[in-house]
């Protein structure tokens, strides 16, 4: 099983794919996709759009798992990451594979083991479930992997005997 | 010039096309895409992305004007309105029109000489304004068809003498 995540994003847009084989998670390829804030916004959405469907292409994940966006948060960036969510989600649908959303609380309950973790927490979670030599960043493609982590329903146990150790650890 | 509008959105996406010619402003094409809200959200935007990209590449408008999305109207719909935009912004900037976007106020003020006009008003407006047999309906394609002619800069008199007449007539 092979899954694609994505944080979306107007001005960074993570992505992190992580496959799952018999010796546990794998990650697979992770970043951020930026478009320059002095561009106009049209220009912006379609240049993120052509880089979204280069990745789908390129990776062919069977299950693209995209942060669901909650409208509470800043204002200011919301209809961006509402635009770039929209995107995302096309993209996926267009490219055959099945489309799942998760709120940022689910996917920091399934990875961290409670839905108030931090970026840090989530960052070391990642690094420790995928066994990175480093921490995965920026914390876009460390979201994005912990998107793809989610869906691919990592042991519940194991992330609960890991959120411990990253509790004792801060 | 000939210009395209596009009002976003996920169940009703209006769009409205507009030329203008020695002989006035002329409608050539008005109408809704819908999207069926019993079907996944994913399915829905990337119809709504290739229905958006069929249209632009039939019509070959020389600019898009795209209805600016607001954040304080109805939090239920305004994330599909958003991701709607998105797509809109960014299919009509991959045709390799200009684009543009204007706030309802905007339109309303070119279109009909002040900025809380009722949809009707906008409707009657347009009719007039396009020399239309009837009232273009529904709502949505008339807002577009009040985008497309907001960019073409209507006369202010004409419009401020016709908006005479609405208000008179209502």
Redesign the interface.
């Known amino acids: 099983v092979f899954v694609l995540g994505i944080d979306p994003g107007l001005s960074r847009c993570g992505y992190g794919a992580v496959v799952r084989e018999r010796a546990g998670l794998r990650a697979v390829a992770a970043g951020v996709i930026t478009t320059p804030p002095s561009e106009?916004?049209?220009?912006r959405?379609?240049a993120?759009?052509?880089e979204l469907r280069t990745l789908l292409s390129e990776l062919r994940p069977d299950t693209v798992a995209?942060e669901r966006?909650l409208?509470q948060t800043n204002?200011r960036t919301?209809?961006g990451v509402?635009?770039?969510?929209?995107?995302a989600?096309?993209?996926?649908?267009?490219s055959g594979a099945a489309?799942v959303?998760y709120s940022p609380n689910e996917v920091k309950l399934a990875v961290v083991g409670y839905g108030s973790a931090t970026k840090s927490q989530v960052q070391q979670m990642v690094q420790t479930m995928l066994a990175l030599a480093d921490r995965p960043h920026p914390p876009d493609a460390a979201d994005a992997l912990a998107l793809a982590i989610c869906h691919l329903g990592a042991a519940p146990l194991a992330a609960r005997i890991a959120a411990a150790a990253v509790r004792a650890d801060s």
């Open positions: 106009p916004l049209p220009q959405l379609s993120l759009a052509a995209v966006v409208f204002a919301a209809m509402g635009q770039a969510s929209g995107l989600l096309a993209a996926a649908a267009e489309v959303q």
